[in-house]
């Protein structure tokens, strides 16, 4: 049964950090691209990060420079290090294993305000 969970989000105010973690199991971790994702309350899901199995990172415009997407394959967990969060960072933060499968998260609610 492949389960991934996140962790790691809260309430953090503008200019905070946070580090958020899903952890995998029931997949061969290493085989997979790993992605985050998030989606506030009434807009669509929007892909944030993504790291290959052999760690080339990609990052939406919105969040490159301020998110850092990383994975540890011995510890089947992928990593979204957020600096510099905004207000409209706000949503919740779901990983995804693989492109075109339906291994998705519960996500973790990350909430930016002062």
């Known amino acids: 049964q492949v389960q991934l969970v996140e962790s790691g989000g809260g309430l953090v105010q503008p200019g905070g950090s946070l580090r958020l973690s899903c952890s995998a199991s029931?997949?061969?971790?290493?085989?997979?691209?790993m992605t985050w994702h998030r989606q506030a309350p009434g807009k669509q899901r929007e892909l944030v990060a993504s790291?290959?199995?052999?760690?080339?990172?990609n990052y939406a415009d919105s969040v490159k420079g301020r998110f850092t997407i990383s994975r540890d394959n011995a510890k089947n967990t992928v990593y979204l290090q957020m600096n510099s969060l905004k207000p409209e960072d706000t949503a919740v933060y779901i990983c995804?294993?693989?492109?075109?499968?339906?291994?998705w998260g519960q996500g973790t609610q990350v909430t930016v305000s002062s």
């Open positions: 995804r294993a693989g492109w075109y499968t339906t291994y």
């Open positions: 790291i290959t199995s052999s760690g080339s990172a």
């Open positions: 029931g997949i061969s971790f290493t085989q997979y691209t």
